[in-house]
């Protein structure tokens, strides 16, 4: 790679972003598309980050992903929203125009249906009812992700029940106490965990996953370990199931083709962020 004074910078924000798949992932696209562009990780702390994300728009960067802790700063410091920030209250992608105005955009959504869209092109038909488990960033954007994919009846099911109803509102969803959390299974036709049960370090969790219908996909957003118990689980009785590289992948591809108007080449974006997770694991 070469980088000169016209070499157009990219980064992701957050902390921590030592572990982050994304630059691996970008890096590989840019490169073949020929874009002449790099991406860094960029940690900022939560400590002193308004002023480090007031400090960016002198910075020169064209572009950048947002992940945790800083999903709400960056569509509060934003000037211009897309509508998918306004509903979610949290961008994952960022521009800046030449004149300095800040877009923020969110496209975790898209990283949902665009797994689905890879690894079953014909879920959409086949979907009356999903089921998202979790409430937090993950578990909105997913919900939106459904609805925006034409499901019907989006069913969130929270540990903390006010966090369902919240999440569910947003598409004219169902929610679901954590004590139904069963009978929500046997229902589904498609299942997403949005929660961080199952990721290493975290809490593990024995779901119910005998009651889902034999027909029910199930994916996971914790893509550490990649085979989560849920996935596992789901696999031994024969479902189909989609690991959390399939989200960042898709979420990546789309904060992509804002940046550069083209689709990048999914395979090249799959491979690079295997080979990146497997050097780190
Ligand atoms: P993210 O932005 O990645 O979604 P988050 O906003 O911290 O992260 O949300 C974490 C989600 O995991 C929440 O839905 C949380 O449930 P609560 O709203 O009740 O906190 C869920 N979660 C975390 N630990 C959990 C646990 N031990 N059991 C059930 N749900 C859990």
């Known amino acids: 790679m070469k980088i000169s004074g016209r070499t157009q910078l990219f980064a992701i924000i957050g902390d921590p972003v030592i572990h982050s798949l994304s630059p691996a992932m970008q890096n590989a696209w840019m490169q073949a598309a020929g874009i002449d562009a790099v991406y860094v990780p960029l940690g900022i702390a939560e400590e002193g980050a308004e002023r480090a994300f007031a400090g960016l728009r002198g910075l020169g960067l064209k572009g950048a992903n947002v992940t945790t802790p800083h999903k709400e700063r960056a569509a509060r410091a934003a000037d211009v929203h897309d509508v998918a920030v306004r509903k979610l209250h949290a961008a994952n992608v960022l521009t800046w125009e030449n004149d300095g105005t800040l877009v923020a955009f969110n496209t975790d959504w898209a990283g949902v249906s665009g797994a689905f869209d890879e690894a079953t092109p014909d879920w959409r038909g086949k979907t009356q009812v999903a089921l998202v488990i979790g409430a937090g960033g993950a578990g909105r954007a ?28 947003l598409v004219g969803g169902m929610a679901v106490p954590w004590a139904e959390l069963g009978e929500a299974f046997a229902n589904a036709d498609v299942i997403v965990n949005a929660t961080s049960l199952g990721m290493i370090g975290k809490e593990q969790f024995d779901w119910p996953i005998e009651r889902a219908k034999q027909s029910a996909i199930v ?6 370990p990649r085979e989560t118990a849920l996935l596992k689980a789901a696999k031994a009785r ?16 789309m904060a992509f083709e804002l940046w550069f108007d083209q689709r990048p080449d999914i395979a090249v974006g799959r491979a690079a962020l295997e080979a990146a997770f497997a050097e780190r694991t």
């Open 219 to 224: 994916m996971d957003s914790v893509y550490a």
């Open 238 to 253: 024969g479902l189909k199931t989609i690991d959390g590289l399939g989200m960042l992948l898709h979420q990546g591809a």
């Open 142 to 169: 997913a919900v939106w992700g459904l609805a925006e994919a034409g499901v019907a009846n989006v069913v969130v099911c929270n540990r903390t029940f006010p966090g369902a109803e919240a999440s569910a509102r």
